[in-house]
């Protein structure tokens, strides 16, 4: 009997060998296997991640008008006479405006050149024209201290009044329909764009831009960020 019983203890000590090598051959496969699989549901998630979406529909861009890509716009009226003033591109990114800095009557513009000041904070944006004339006319609800006419950019709160010198040249330069739509699109896209990670803070409960977005962007040099954006 003892030597039966020798021989039990080995063979108790083998299959305790045989179990632990099991264990090891079947753990090995099921680790790769659940660590694989993870990995493969991130790299899921990150494949089917939503891109945020482009910024259409956040600036306004009406039919009758002609923007200068530094974000000024004219719109010709039937006395001979162009109406002048700021895109929403330009009022949603420097506002809020407590004023803006208009020429004098008489003044001479030239297209693509500086014509009035947008005030905001304790700084000034410099704004460029889009047409060649003389100012005939300001918007009295504008100036140093009145910026009532603010909320309605291509209606009351236009800018100013300009007897065209060059009005067909000037209009080949200007955006409109929907080659300015797409411009606009693509010019929110690059903001938004500047604006990541910091999207979240800067959109409104309704998913638009906040009134003033250079300033919530850039709190200590907004005005570098809009003169880059209004080309001047």
């Given at each position: 009997m003892e030597p039966h019983g020798f021989v039990?203890?080995?063979e108790a000590k083998a299959l305790e060998y045989l179990i632990a090598v099991l264990y090891l051959?079947?753990?090995?496969?099921?680790?790769r296997f659940v660590n694989g699989g993870r990995s493969a549901e991130r790299v899921a998630q990150v494949r089917v991640r939503p891109r945020p979406a482009p910024a259409r529909g956040w600036f306004s861009v009406p039919d009758g008008v002609g923007f200068h890509p530094g974000h000024s716009w004219a719109r010709a009226e039937g006395d001979g006479v162009v109406t002048v003033g700021l895109d929403d591109f330009a009022r949603k990114l420097v506002g809020p405006i407590r004023g803006v800095r208009l020429p004098t009557t008489g003044t001479e513009l030239a297209q693509g050149e500086t014509a009035w000041s947008l005030l905001a904070d304790s700084r000034a944006v410099d704004m460029l024209s889009p047409v060649d004339g003389t100012v005939v006319a300001l918007n009295p609800e504008w100036g140093e201290g009145g910026g009532a006419a603010d909320g309605d950019t291509?209606?009351?709160?236009w800018l100013l009044k300009v007897r065209p010198s060059r009005l067909a040249a000037n209009a080949k330069q200007l955006l409109s329909g929907d080659v300015a739509r797409r411009w606009m699109e693509a010019v929110g896209d690059s903001l938004r764009a500047r604006m990541s990670p910091e999207l979240g803070i800067l959109l409104q409960d309704g998913g638009q831009p906040v009134n003033g977005i250079a300033q919530e962007l850039e709190p200590e040099r907004w005005d570098e960020v809009a003169r880059a954006f209004l080309l001047s």
């Open positions: 039990g203890v080995y051959l079947l753990f090995v496969p099921f680790w291509y209606g009351e709160g």
